[in-house]
């Protein structure tokens, strides 16, 4: 059965708080098996609590298959780009580095790529995927654009992303605030681009500038 | 003679913590569960609904219950992974002895020549030292059927006045402070007025942690216009994003909360009429905080003026409003008045009682609610009546069928226990769903009571790192061999469903105290053939009384996915949300909507008073422990869960690049904490997230990674909560690794 | 993407495809000498086969002719053949065989059941093509050796090579060897039924078509093969005909569905040593470091080969006026962590989460 055309992911990093549920719940997943293919990062623990996951976000026309060399990775007819056929695959991880959302994951052991399928066993039955299923800040959430409508009132999906000169969509939303003027994520731009703001949030400031403290007087034993 | 037979490290070997992964029928993707279980979380008080799959008497999986409102599918790690707790190698299939010469240093023994030696080693005791010098600690993970008995067990089969619980370390001065100032200890309102509510304030809750599915309610507010505001020493997952951050110097809570409400008054951001008609002793208060200008505010809690600023004029502007806080504010010398000065906070302000209108201490344990209402508290009759109190004591007695005379006056809170322990007062100890080796102050203490007892028999699952001081240990069961009621952080009562049947001789808890109260002779009041029998005695136990579980029964709490307490009859819906206008309750009979005599709500003046430790030349660093999202409390269960454990495999020290440059230390380095009480040697974690003044150490952990052994024992005169959350350490770079750290696996 | 120029692509398939074709049919005729020791009866699976050469070569060519494919096919000889690694290569080219090709470990670690039927199927598929393939094009006979009627010789394109006795052991390995090989591939088989019908992963996924038709075909001539046999030792020829045109049916079939389905994997799956060797030359060559976090994420050769590859497949990840030219020089992390920075900015300069 195909997946719902009335149901998409819908992903707001921002919401994320690095919990590892999708992580652990990704693992528990029939079509994955014991491996996890979310990824979930710091951005820079030393710096800030702030994480990211990233799932597969399941392009309309996916790099990853068409650079495949061996015709492992199909895109079905509902829009899931599905994890390397395991007969196919030969683990060049050539997915892997050009995918431009950087999704695939490769288990060099098994010589096999493994991606975000969006749960198919789960999703193609009319359930949620586990990650979005489970996840408690619904940074992953999936539904109808009814519902993310009601849930989100200063949020608004987009699903166009530049890099470089290529365009991309997806078929997974990303929220950006409803009332900016965004209509695409420009990756390659907001990357360098020294007027944006710094990379990682005020954290010195929300600290620094908001404590008063004397630093303890360490007697040097 | 409860030492440790052998040395841990010997210990460790044969009992572990060891880890458990998905392999076997947990990982055969073909495999078909006989069927699914719904049922909740074992873990913390957010208590998710979940599923658990069943195949053969063991649980292999889990699989999400979207429809239970409260979480609606959502879990955190610890939810998704729980169900590897089941069918682990270090799972007590038989009852243990204490035998110094067995590898491992204990030996199966017979279930019942178990329960005899523990009840003639209780005989023995009382008969020498009196009913009192058995004592008993209780745990609040346990059902509230399981809570209840173990406070008549006390109280009718032991006959002793000391029992307490672990619960002591969680939520007490909340509920102290919810005493005094509302006249009844429950969350105000569900969890669904936080969305929409316009400023939700969150003092001392690392939410994204330790109640991770509160976090979409969070952000559902926000989504919504609400402001979030976050008071916290450190820059936590939700404080990175919020829209106004307070780092706070830990201890000084109750400053900032005086400060607030000076502001209040000073602009006029109060609700008159409501501080008129439903609340008294504002007048007194209002002159005591009079002296909390904004500069002192800002001195005193570290945060700087503007902030302070900026938070009091939202929260007093807003319509509506959330407040929250838990541990972080509670676990203090003067945790209490910090609880009463949030209160102060959201009486001044009116916003109570109405939708989006809310207040609540996010509870931590299983049952943290449930499990604090129905007298295993040291002072506490079931439904949440009181000890001392002569028509409460009536009450109860008639429902167990002893006279009121007979049962014991109030006893000691868990800590107080271990001093009487050291003082001789207590030679036997019973102890249930508690890991106080772990989880009380000053570790190195506890460790030197429990080595001084007569006898000690623990009752758990797994031989927790308390459990090896044992002289016997039974096996008892896990939350999923086992069905009753635990009350979830709204109060709302839940059913906890059983999935599979305790292995070997494993026995549900309930089972074993009988069996006790059996071999003790005594079995009068303990013939319960089911939690059910257990539960309807509870509901009458509790009837009239302030949590009121009448009308509760477990059919209703299936239909409706769960029942609000108070209930005191059967066509009762529930009670969703206290205090509202109107409300009718036993205690104002109509007055008003709080639960005193005159249905009005008390202001305390809340004084400020430093922590119990201030910082000086010696020891110039505050200490401060928490929580991480993967373990949970003292880490019975979750040190036991591979993946879990491989999320954060270890406790290290956050510090700030700016005290860690002064230190020479590296992150990753190996780093010692000293407190006058002990130390610990971890590895730095250097983070801007932290006030530079403070150091954090979460405290899953035991033995030498506990940070426990540094905290201090002192405790809040009124909760006895112990102060966790603050004290002054020495830090420094660690000369060599520790020995541990080539011993022992991580989780260990 | 799209479209290419098919016509130049399918002509170079159809003109490989047809060269393939003769060239096993000239095979046929020089290996049977001219057809004298060629069994008429076995004209079928012959023209089945032929069939099937044109229709893998076909799609085996059209395979190589994608960009990332010709890229692979191409620096995977270069890199075998470099001559300062040729020796090297060539030890490793026997190792890897070994234990990807004969032991299939790779598969074994996704799943020993994985592994177990694989593994079956292989070897009772190669064991069986290795018999009648040579049998069918003539290229090996037997032959009564000496007088008596109790020793045989083998034929191998026409010229003599060993003989043995029917009851010796070698015959009791040579001629029964169909027997075992549809011992291997029957227990295989139902090793992968099994878990195609139990395992929920591939319940979702798979189709009858891919997946379920090359299992029932190698069941389908396995079984009927055994039954020939059973038929002429134990049932004196009971239904042989019948069974003899159905077992043809069935291997027919799957001569024919060789070029379509999953079986074509096996002409594929060498391309994993190709990968290999890649990747070899890739570590001991120069690395590329990230234009972002400047760690090194894969070699230099395969970043300009993709960028190659994209360009030619008509991405455009090209970067005009950047610190870097093209998306590709960015590490998978990098990209990960910009998305989530990008949006995360979008909401930190959003006007109402400001104090």
Redesign the interface.
């Known amino acids: 059965?195909p997946v719902p055309a009335d149901h998409f992911f819908f992903i707001?990093?921002?919401?994320?708080?690095?919990?590892?549920?999708c992580?652990?719940?990704c693992?528990?997943c029939?079509?994955?098996?014991?491996h996890s293919m979310i990824?979930l990062?710091y951005?820079d623990?030393?710096?800030?609590?702030?994480?990211?996951p990233?799932v597969c976000m399941h392009c309309d026309?996916p790099?990853c298959a068409?650079?495949?060399?061996?015709?492992a990775i199909k895109r079905t007819d509902d829009g899931v780009v599905?994890s390397a056929r395991?007969?196919?695959c030969?683990?060049?991880?050539?997915c892997?580095?050009?995918?431009?959302?950087?999704?695939p994951k490769m288990h060099t052991?098994?010589?096999?790529m493994m991606k975000c399928d969006m749960c198919?066993?789960r999703s193609?039955?009319g359930k949620?995927p586990?990650c979005a299923?489970?996840?408690?800040?619904?940074a992953l959430f999936y539904g109808t654009r009814e519902q993310i409508e009601q849930?989100?009132?200063?949020?608004r999906p987009i699903n166009e992303?530049h890099?470089?000169?290529?365009t991309i969509h997806t078929k997974v939303r990303?929220?950006?605030?409803r009332?900016?003027a965004?209509t695409h994520?420009?990756?390659?731009?907001?990357?360098?681009d020294a007027d944006?703001?710094p990379?990682i949030?005020n954290?010195?400031d929300?600290?620094?500038?908001?404590?008063?403290?004397?630093?303890?007087?360490?007697?040097q034993? | 003679m409860a030492q440790q037979p052998i040395a841990t490290l010997d210990i460790i070997q044969h009992f572990g913590p060891h880890l458990a992964y998905?392999d076997g029928a947990r990982?055969d993707?073909g495999l078909d569960p006989d069927r699914l279980v719904k049922t909740h979380c074992c873990f913390c008080g957010q208590q998710c609904g979940l599923q658990l799959k069943v195949k053969d008497n063991e649980v292999i999986?889990?699989e999400?219950w979207?429809e239970f409102p409260f979480n609606q599918?959502?879990?955190?790690?610890k939810?998704?992974?729980r169900y590897l707790q089941g069918a682990h190698p270090d799972r007590l299939v038989s009852a243990q002895e204490r035998a110094p010469h067995a590898p491992g240093g204990f030996a199966p023994l017979a279930y019942d020549a178990a329960i005899e030696r523990t009840a003639a080693a209780i005989h023995r005791i009382q008969q020498a030292h009196g009913n009192g010098a058995v004592g008993v600690l209780s745990g609040a993970s346990l059902t509230t059927e399981k809570a209840y008995l173990m406070g008549k067990f006390a109280r009718v089969c032991l006959k002793t006045p000391y029992i307490d619980y672990n619960g002591r370390l969680c939520m007490v001065s909340a509920g102290v402070g919810n005493k005094k100032a509302f006249g009844i200890d429950r969350a105000a309102n569900p969890w669904s007025d936080i969305i929409g509510a316009e400023v939700v304030w969150i003092s001392g809750a690392n939410i994204?942690?330790c109640a991770?599915?509160?976090?979409?309610y969070v952000?559902?507010a926000?989504?919504?216009?609400a402001k979030i505001i976050v008071v916290d020493p450190r820059?936590?997952?939700?404080?990175?994003?919020c829209d106004l951050?307070?780092?706070v110097?830990p201890g000084r809570d109750i400053a900032l909360f005086n400060g607030i409400l000076q502001q209040m008054i000073e602009h006029d951001w109060l609700d008159h009429a409501f501080i008129a008609e439903q609340t008294v002793g504002f007048d007194a208060l209002a002159e005591a905080v009079r002296e909390w200008t904004l500069p002192r505010t800002?001195?005193v809690t570290?945060?700087?003026e503007r902030?302070i600023r900026q938070a009091a004029e939202w929260w007093g502007l807003a319509k509506s409003s959330f407040l929250m806080h838990a541990r972080g504010i509670e676990h203090h010398s003067h945790g209490v008045q910090n609880v009463l000065g949030a209160i102060n906070m959201v009486l001044a302000s009116g916003r109570i009682g109405r939708k989006n209108c809310g207040y609540a201490t996010i509870t931590g344990q299983a049952n943290g609610q449930g499990g604090r209402e129905h007298g295993q508290k040291c002072d506490q009759l079931p439904g949440a009546r009181d000890l001392a109190n002569p028509e409460h004591r009536a009450h109860v007695a008639k429902v167990w069928d002893v006279s009121p005379d007979d049962l014991p006056q109030p006893g000691v809170d868990a800590y107080e226990m271990f001093r009487k322990i050291e003082r001789g007062e207590i030679r036997g100890l019973l102890s249930i769903c508690f890991n106080p080796l772990v989880s009380l102050p000053d570790s190195n203490y506890v460790a030197r009571m429990l080595d001084k007892l007569d006898f000690y028999v623990a009752i758990d699952f797994f031989l927790n790192d308390t459990a090896r001081h044992a002289d016997i240990v039974l096996p008892g069961s896990l939350q999923e061999e086992d069905e009753g009621v635990v009350a979830q952080v709204e109060g709302r009562v839940i059913k906890i469903n059983k999935a599979v049947d305790p292995p070997g001789d494993a026995r549900q808890d309930w089972k074993i105290i009988q069996d006790l109260a059996k071999a003790l002779g005594r079995p009068h009041g303990f013939t319960f053939h089911n939690p059910r029998e257990i539960f309807d005695e509870l509901r009458r136990a509790s009837q009239g009384g302030v949590a009121d579980y009448y009308g509760i029964t477990w059919e209703k709490i299936e239909q409706n996915y769960g029942v609000f307490w108070p209930c005191p009859t059967e066509d009762h819906p529930g009670t969703p949300r206290l205090f509202e206008r109107g409300s009718h309750n036993p205690i104002a009979n109509g007055a008003g909507p709080f639960y005193f005599p005159d249905g009005k709500a008390r202001f305390h003046v809340a004084p400020y008073s430093p922590p119990t430790e201030e910082?000086d030349?010696?020891y110039?660093?505050i200490f401060t422990t928490g929580r991480v999202?993967?373990q949970f409390l003292s880490g019975t269960q979750t040190r036991r869960i591979g993946?879990?454990v491989e999320?954060y495999p270890e406790p290290r020290v956050e510090i700030?690049?700016?005290?860690a440059a002064?230190?020479e230390i590296n992150?990753g380095d190996w780093t010692t904490v000293t407190s006058r009480r002990g130390e610990i040697t971890l590895r730095a974690?250097?983070?801007?997230?932290?006030?530079?003044?403070t150091v954090f150490v979460p405290y899953h952990w035991a033995g030498p990674k506990s940070a426990n052994r540094v905290t201090i024992a002192a405790q809040d005169p009124l909760s006895k909560i112990p102060e966790y959350k603050v004290c002054a350490v020495?830090?420094?770079k660690a000369a060599a690794p520790p020995d541990y750290a080539a011993q022992l696996e991580p989780q260990q | 993407?799209k479209p290419r120029a098919l016509s130049h692509e399918t002509l170079i398939a159809a003109l490989s495809g047809i060269a393939a074709t003769l060239l096993v049919g000239i095979a046929i005729l020089i290996g049977s000498r001219r057809l004298s020791h060629f069994d008429a009866a076995l004209v079928g699976y012959t023209f089945a086969t032929l069939f099937a050469t044109f229709g893998i070569a076909y799609r085996f060519v059209m395979?190589l002719q994608?960009p990332?494919?010709a890229?692979?096919w191409k620096r995977g000889w270069q890199v075998f053949l470099r001559p300062q690694s040729l020796g090297r290569n060539f030890v490793l080219w026997v190792r890897r065989m070994v234990s990807?090709f004969f032991a299939n470990s790779?598969i074994w670690?996704?799943?020993w059941i994985?592994g177990a039927a694989h593994w079956l199927i292989m070897w009772g598929c190669i064991l069986a093509s290795a018999i009648t393939f040579p049998l069918v094009f003539g290229w090996i006979h037997f032959e009564f050796d000496g007088d008596g009627f109790d020793r045989y010789r083998a034929f191998f394109f026409g010229f003599p090579t060993v003989a043995f006795g029917i009851e010796s052991l070698l015959g009791f390995l040579i001629f029964p060897g169909l027997v075992w090989a549809s011992f291997l591939v029957i227990p295989g088989v139902m090793l992968a039924m099994r878990r195609r019908m139990r395992?929920?992963?591939t319940?979702?996924?798979q189709s009858f078509g891919e997946d379920f038709l090359p299992l029932l075909l190698l069941f389908a001539v396995s079984v009927t093969g055994l039954m020939l046999v059973v038929s002429y030792e134990w049932m004196r020829g009971y239904a042989y005909e019948f069974l003899a045109i159905t077992h043809a049916v069935t291997v027919i079939f799957t001569l024919l569905w060789l070029p379509f389905g999953?079986l074509f994997?096996i002409f594929?799956?060498p391309?994993?040593l190709g990968?290999l060797f890649?990747?070899d030359a890739g570590a001991r060559g120069e690395q590329a470091l990230c234009a972002?976090c400047q760690t090194p994420?894969?070699s230099r050769m395969?970043?300009e080969d993709?960028i190659e590859?994209?360009r030619q497949?008509g991405?455009?990840?090209?970067?005009?006026h950047?610190?870097t030219d093209?998306?590709?020089r960015?590490?998978?992390?990098?990209?990960?962590?910009?998305?989530?920075?990008?949006?995360?900015?979008?909401?930190?300069?959003?006007?109402?989460t400001e104090p």
């Open positions: 059965m707001d990093p921002h919401r994320c708080i690095g919990c590892e549920a992580v652990q719940a693992t528990e029939d079509t994955h098996k014991g990824h990062e951005v623990r030393h710096e800030s609590p702030q994480t990211f990233v026309s790099t068409e650079v495949c060399p061996a015709d599905q395991k007969p196919r030969i683990a060049c991880n050539n892997v580095l050009a995918c431009p959302f950087g999704v052991g098994m010589e096999l198919y066993d193609s039955e949620r586990m299923t489970v996840c408690p800040s619904q849930l989100r009132p200063r949020s992303f890099f470089g000169q290529q990303m929220m950006v605030p009332e900016s965004v994520l420009d990756v390659m731009d907001s990357m360098f944006a703001p990379e949030d954290t010195d929300l600290m620094l500038a908001g404590a008063t403290f004397k630093l303890p007087v360490v007697s034993r | 998905s990982l993707r999986g889990f999400p979207d599918g959502m879990l955190c790690p939810g998704v992974k994204a942690e991770p599915i509160t976090t979409n952000w559902q926000r989504e919504q216009g820059i936590t997952p939700l404080a990175r994003t951050f307070l780092p110097k800002a001195e570290g945060i700087a902030l910082t030349a010696e110039p660093v999202v993967s993946p879990l999320q700030h690049p700016q005290l002064q230190l992150d974690q250097v983070v801007k997230t932290i006030r530079p003044d020495r830090v420094a | 993407m395979w994608r990332p494919t890229m692979y990807v790779f670690r996704r799943g994985r395992s929920r992963d319940l979702v996924l999953k994997h594929q799956r391309a994993q990968v890649y990747k972002r994420y894969a395969h970043i993709l590859v994209e497949l991405y455009r990840y090209d970067v005009p950047g610190p093209h998306y590709q960015i590490c998978p992390r990098c990209r990960r962590l910009s998305l989530a920075l990008a949006q995360d900015h979008l909401w930190r300069a959003s006007p109402t």
